[in-house]
């Protein structure tokens, strides 16, 4: 299992500062030009940030195929990063898992796409 020390103390303002969103899967698809196992993802943010780009090392848990339609959380305001080929433009949020590979984190219910996390 995993297990880091906790971050130290930030404000309220510093977390303000973080964009984190909601969006839907609206492709994915292997990504073997990654140096580890990755998937390409497009997530739809809605109509004021529109569709992103973003690479994640799901591939022990998730099928690209099984991941059309699932709504994640994101940060949405980092710098884009170059990963390989893509330029991934937003964070996609996932915990690990007892083995340390990623669990996207989600809504618990369907929830409009781009809505801020609070």
Known sequence: MT?????????????MKVDIRVGTIVEAAPFPEAR?????????????????KSSAQITVHYKPEELVGRQVIAVVNFPPRQIGPIRSEVLTL?????????????PGHAVPKGGRLF
């Open 94 to 106: 996932g915990i690990p898992d007892e083995n340390g590979e990623v669990v996207l984190l989600g």
């Open 3 to 15: 297990t880091t020390e906790p971050a130290s103390q930030i404000t309220f303002d510093d977390f």
């Open 36 to 52: 580890k196992p990755a998937i390409k993802l497009m997530i739809d943010f809605g109509e004021t940030i529109g569709v992103k």
